[in-house]
C-alpha cells in the first residue's frame, strides 16, 4: 500500500484544485434595428404568392405550400400589429387561397396605407442530417423553409426584401441507403414542423423591425473565496452586490484571480443589458490572463 501513497496524495491534490464552473443563465433583450416613422402607420398585409404548378406536379405538396403561405403571413401580421403606432389591415383569406393581383399603389391608396407587405415566395424542404455525440452518428429529417417577402412604400416603387430562412429537425429517423428513398416523410405528414419553420422564418425575416431575445448560458468561475460568493450573489440577481465584490480584486496584484473577476463582471454587465462594458470587461479579462471564458464571451458580444 505504501507504494501507492503518492500516487494517491497527488490524485486528491489534483481533484481539489479542479474547479467544476457553476452557469447562470444570461437573457439578452434586443430593440428593434429598424421602425416606421409615422405615429401611426398603416401596413396591408396581401398575398402574392402563386405556387408554380409546372415545376411542382403534386398537388399535395402545392396544398401545403399554399397553407405556409397563410402562416407566413398570419405570422407576419400578428407579429407587426405589436409595435406601437402600427396598424395592421389584413387581406389574407385563410379559408379561401387566393392570390392578391392588385397593384401596391392601389391598395395602398384603397386602405389609406403607408406600407404594403406581400409574400412572394417560399420554398420549402426535407432533408436529411447527421450530428456526432462523442463520435457516434446521428441521422435525421430536419424541415427547412425558406420565405420572401417584400415591403413596399405606398408609391409601389421603393420596396426593401425580407429574406428568411428556418429549420426544424424532425421526430423520423434517417437510416441511409436505397430504403430511405421510399421511408423519406412527405409534406403532409410534416405539417406540424413545416408549420413551426415556416413561423421562424418569417420571424427572421421581420427580424430587423421586431424585438427578440436570447438566453447565453455563461459559465461562472467560482474557485472558492471572494469569486464563489460572487457566483451566489449573480445567479440571486443582486448585481449590484456582486459588483462591489468583483471591482476591487480586478485591480489585485494577482494577475490570474483578477482575470477571473473580470470575467465574471463581464457576465454581470451583460445580464444589465450594458453590452459595451461586459465587452470591454471580458477584454480586460483576456489581457489580465489568457482564458477560454472571455474569448467565448467575446465573439458572443461582438455580435450582439
Known amino acids: 500500500m505504501k ?3 503518492p500516487l494517491f496524495i497527488l490524485i486528491i491534490v489534483f481533484l ?3 474547479s467544476v464552473p457553476q452557469y447562470v443563465t444570461v437573457p439578452v433583450n434586443y430593440g428593434p434595428k429598424m421602425g416606421f416613422s409615422r405615429d401611426s ?3 396591408v398585409v396581401a398575398n402574392r404568392y402563386r405556387p408554380d404548378s409546372v415545376k411542382i406536379r403534386d398537388y399535395r405538396r402545392i396544398s401545403v405550400l399554399k397553407k405556409m403561405a397563410v402562416v407566413s403571413l398570419q405570422t407576419a401580421a400578428n407579429q407587426l400589429k405589436y409595435l406601437k403606432g402600427v396598424h395592421i389591415i389584413n387581406l389574407v383569406d385563410s379559408i379561401n387561397y387566393t392570390v392578391n393581383t392588385d397593384s401596391v399603389k392601389f391598395l395602398a391608396a384603397a386602405h389609406k396605407a403607408n406600407y404594403v407587405l406581400v409574400l412572394n415566395d417560399i420554398g420549402a424542404g426535407i ?11 446521428s441521422n435525421y429529417y430536419t424541415t427547412k423553409i425558406k420565405t420572401s417577402l417584400a415591403l ?5 416603387i421603393y420596396s426593401k426584401k425580407l429574406a428568411g430562412m428556418a429549420e426544424v429537425p424532425q421526430d423520423e429517423t434517417y437510416s441511409g441507403g436505397f430504403g430511405s428513398l421510399f421511408n423519406k416523410p412527405s409534406y403532409r405528414s410534416s405539417i406540424p414542423a413545416m408549420t413551426a419553420a ?17 438566453s447565453n448560458e455563461r459559465p461562472l468561475y467560482a474557485d472558492g473565496g471572494a469569486l464563489e460568493s460572487s457566483v451566489t450573489q449573480i445567479k440571486a440577481g443582486k448585481f449590484d452586490v456582486a459588483f462591489k465584490i468583483l471591482n476591487p480584486l480586478i485591480d489585485g496584484a494577482d494577475t490570474k484571480l483578477a482575470s477571473k473577476a473580470a470575467y465574471n463582471l463581464a ?3 451583460e445580464a444589465q443589458g450594458d453590452i459595451d462594458e461586459a465587452l470591454k470587461t471580458a477584454k480586460l479579462s483576456n489581457e489580465k ?10 465573439v458572443d458580444l461582438m455580435k450582439e
Do not use: Q, W
Open 3 to 5: 507504494r501507492f501513497a
Open 16 to 18: 481539489t484544485s479542479c
Open 41 to 43: 402607420t398603416i401596413i
Open 127 to 137: 432533408y436529411p442530417e447527421t450530428v456526432y455525440y462523442n463520435g457516434i452518428p
Open 152 to 156: 413596399f412604400e405606398s408609391n409601389g
Open 198 to 214: 415556416t413561423r421562424d422564418a418569417t420571424l427572421d425575416a421581420l427580424k430587423d423591425y421586431l424585438p427578440f431575445s436570447i
Open 267 to 269: 457576465v454581470v454587465y
Open 289 to 298: 490572463h489568457p482564458n477560454d471564458y472571455a474569448k467565448a464571451i467575446i
